[in-house]
């Protein structure tokens, strides 16, 4: 067994242990997953542990298989925990990394950024976000992804399959340094238990969105989003979010932004989450104002708080379906209404029903989850007739993309319209329908996001400097139809820094067209040849403009019948990859679940060299533009114009545009 400690370097270059570090102790203050359900038969038990053990050396078998077998017996899966290394899991500074290729070295930083422990909801479990977003399936994977970033030249390019390094491949300076693939199953098997079924026996994982994609960037990467979507939402009922009330759920990896932008937004927000550990964790980081645990106390403070039309978030620990009841029955008028729990992962640990305590369900889920299936479903219906009887009252209530109205219906709820169209069969909207999709989305803004890689805050500070001019000087001569879209991303980039938005790596987002990240990265490149910072690290979410396909989330206001397809995600990570992307990848399932939407997303690496310039303006403009000439032959009204004004400054872009239908003419033939 290993006993002497090596340096970081020494450990990532190690790869794979010759020697067999020690078994590692159970860590119970760091917030793990649940156990997940028994799903292998006995011989699917025995392949699920050889696909475990190849990673190894002969000689280590015998010592890691009971290991191994006890880990699937306790937590459903093999993480290899022995593996997970004895440094510190953090963004360091790029320089600080092994590595032949500065490309590989900036990727590296971000795998460790999605594993902080101050960022990653399960670190332990490789598990960024959303219940089940790994950024790999196990400790070994990891280890091996490092050693060959490490040892990766300008000309090779790592392949990833589902979490597992295939290996490093020729290429050419210009192809991407890594290419992802997540979950991308044949499509009849990507139903939830297909996805426990083959995580378990360790053959693909479930991505997310950026978990899978190393370009998480912690909370902050939904603030923005849900910032904007707070700010619209209020707009859309015509009121201010002064001393209005938001009430939703989800304190998660995503969710957990919820209550910082309802502060920055201006509202008063109640929040509801049933896990202490993660509560406490967002009561220590800020990112909530107070918490609360008696529905007595939470009636008198809303109350308090809208007397005094105060700018407040305030998380209940506790069930979110209390909340909603509580409130009907105290006659407390909820203004704005949403849900985030993790409705895309249901039965583990994505929705904790009403009636159960936190560890009533975890240890349901696992050993009886047939019984906690019926028990989510009871509770999604108690759910949503407890929210038909606010908005009985007037309450806005959009679904937040995050598969609630779908499990919902799916659970026999009073949710679907009394008179369904296509695309509009729930009797609530997805926020992407009424809020960001033709506000925003259409019109080409979405999160785009960069990663300061020296790790400096003063290069963060000129990055936000940089971005702001550039954004106030296209504003100059925006057309009417996206200053608002301009402003709001102005105010938001003017109050980052005093918003401590950063957890983890030095990284920014804002809302920006094609223009505007071109302009802007355009901009951070020639910063960095001048010497006034190092290098940077773009990306975007990959809810976005044109990176993902999901009928209930990005492409829910597509009306044309084409939302079930996912052309323009593949389309996507196809362009982006040989327009100089520096890694893409591709997904099956995000935010709304496995086998309900395909997603993209890329990272790319500025280092103020006139190769970076050139493929930043190639990469981005397409990265858009892709998502907007989908939109307008949708007949996307804001997509149309944005496609024609994109067409009119670049000579090279012609597309496909709809020609309208006289709608008389289809009645009376």
Not at 528 to 556: C, K, M, Q, W
Request: charged share 20%; glycine share 8%.
């Amino acid at each position: 067994m290993q006993t002497t400690t090596l340096s970081f370097k020494d450990q990532v270059l190690e790869g794979i242990p010759e020697v067999l570090p020690q078994p590692r102790t159970y860590d119970s203050s760091i917030n793990h997953a649940p156990k997940r359900k028994a799903i292998l038969n006995t011989e699917e038990e025995k392949l699920a542990l050889r696909n475990a053990l190849r990673y190894f050396d002969k000689k280590h078998h015998k010592t890691l298989l009971p290991e191994f077998k006890n880990e699937l017996a306790t937590y459903g899966r093999i993480y290899m925990y022995r593996l997970r290394p004895d440094y510190k899991m953090y963004a360091r500074p790029i320089e600080e990394y092994p590595a032949k290729s500065k490309q590989a070295a900036a990727i590296m930083l971000m795998i460790q950024n999605n594993l902080d422990n101050a960022v990653a909801q399960h670190p332990h479990e490789l598990i960024t976000y959303g219940g089940n977003g790994g950024v790999f399936s196990n400790w070994a994977q990891y280890r091996l992804t490092m050693k060959y970033l490490a040892e990766m030249n300008n000309n090779q390019t790592l392949v990833m399959y589902s979490g597992h390094p295939m290996g490093l491949f020729p290429s050419h300076k210009e192809a991407p340094r890594v290419v992802v693939t997540n979950g991308i199953m044949i499509p009849n098997y990507s139903k939830p238990d297909d996805w426990e079924k083959f995580n378990a026996l360790g053959v693909t994982q479930y991505g997310q969105m950026t978990a899978g994609s190393y370009m998480y960037i912690g909370p902050q990467g939904i603030v923005h989003g849900t910032t904007i979507t707070v700010l619209n939402g209020f707009r859309k009922i015509n009121k201010e979010p002064k001393g209005n009330l938001f009430v939703t759920s989800g304190l998660g990896g995503m969710s957990g932004a919820q209550p910082k932008a309802g502060n920055i937004a201006g509202c008063i927000t109640v929040c509801a989450e049933v896990n202490p550990k993660i509560t406490q964790v967002r009561l220590d980081q800020g990112w909530i104002d107070e918490k609360i645990t008696d529905l007595n106390q939470l009636v008198a403070r809303v109350n308090k708080a809208k007397a005094e039309k105060e700018t407040i978030s305030i998380a209940y620990l506790g069930n979110i379906v209390d909340v909603w009841e509580k409130f009907d029955d105290a006659n407390i008028y909820i203004d704005l209404g949403s849900d985030q729990t993790s409705l895309h992962n249901p039965w583990a640990g994505g929705y904790y029903p009403v009636g159960l305590s936190f560890e009533e369900s975890n240890e349901m889920m696992a050993n009886n989850p047939k019984k906690f299936k019926v028990k989510v479903q009871e509770s999604l219906k108690k759910h949503a007739d407890a929210i038909n009887k606010h908005t009985a009252k007037g309450t806005y209530f959009f679904d937040y993309g995050n598969a609630f109205l779908l499990e919902a219906s799916r659970a026999g709820a009073d949710v679907m319209s009394e008179n369904p169209t296509i695309g509009r069969e729930f009797k609530y909207p997805s926020y992407v329908q009424d809020i960001m999709g033709p506000m925003c989305f259409d019109y080409g803004f979405g999160p785009f996001r960069w990663v300061c890689a020296s790790g400096k805050p003063e290069d963060l500070a000129k990055t936000d400097e940089i971005a702001c001019e550039v954004l106030e000087e296209i504003m100059q001569n925006s057309p009417q139809e996206i200053q608002q879209q301009m402003a709001d991303n102005i105010q938001w980039i003017k109050g980052a820094q005093e918003n401590k938005l950063v957890v983890g790596s030095q990284a920014r987002i804002l809302y920006a067209d094609a223009e505007g990240r071109m302009k802007i990265a355009e901009a951070f490149n020639q910063a960095i040849a001048n010497g006034e910072i190092d290098e940077v690290i773009l990306g975007r979410d990959h809810h976005d403009v044109s990176g993902t396909d999901s009928p209930y989330r990005e492409t829910s206001n597509i009306y044309d019948g084409s939302r079930f397809t996912a052309d323009m995600a593949i389309h996507n990570v196809i362009g982006d990859s040989f327009r100089g992307a520096t890694w893409v990848s591709i997904h099956n399932g995000g935010g709304v679940g496995w086998g309900e939407v395909i997603n993209g997303g890329f990272g790319m690496v500025l280092d103020g060299s006139k190769e970076a310039s050139t493929r930043l303006k190639q990469m981005l403009f397409w990265d858009v533009n892709n998502g907007i000439s989908r939109r307008s032959w949708a007949r996307n009204e804001g997509a149309i114009f944005a496609i024609k004004r994109a067409m009119e400054t670049e000579p090279n872009l012609k597309v496909t545009l709809p020609n309208e239908v006289d709608n008389n003419l289809l009645e009376t033939n």
